[in-house]
């Protein structure tokens, strides 16, 4: 499964911090030198020279499709995880008879080990709850 950013080491979070606020740094200075200097504007039209919409669009078009890979991923690791906690629920319940006077049988669910309840097993419980509803309105 994927990692959070809780199990990340300190020492990779620090480098990203770092090289976050170098490339933020480094954006606003040359905006700045591009907004105050009348020779990199021209050396830049003169580059560009009407494909900086080409550009602009294909930049616009990356960002979003990096976007949409990252929820993606995102929802496609929620998902794997809601599946292994199905799994992990269906090993641990065991399923007994009890037996009262009569000879009917009527099954008892017992679970061997309580778990914390998390973020992911109430979306799961929610995920049950709205899939029986909706079997009932069919």
């Keep these: 499964m994927g990692r959070s950013w809780r199990d990340t080491p300190r020492f990779a979070k620090i480098v990203l911090l770092l090289q976050a606020t170098v490339i933020v740094g480094l954006s606003a200075w040359i905006y700045n030198e591009y907004v105050n200097n009348q020779y990199l504007q021209m050396y830049l039209f003169s580059l560009f020279q009407g494909r900086g919409s080409v550009i602009a669009v294909l930049g616009f ?78």
């Excluded at 090993?91 to 998390?118: G, W, Y």
């Design 61 to 138: 078009g990356g960002l979003l499709g990096t976007a949409l890979i990252g929820i993606l991923l995102k929802a496609g690791n929620i998902l794997g995880e809601i599946q292994h906690l199905s799994e992990k629920v269906e090993d641990r319940t065991v399923v007994t008879l009890a037996r009262p006077e009569s000879h009917t049988f009527m099954p008892v669910l017992q679970i061997k080990q309580a778990e914390a309840v998390d973020e992911i097993g109430r979306l799961h419980r929610s995920l049950l709850r709205w899939n029986e509803r909706s079997k009932g309105r069919q």
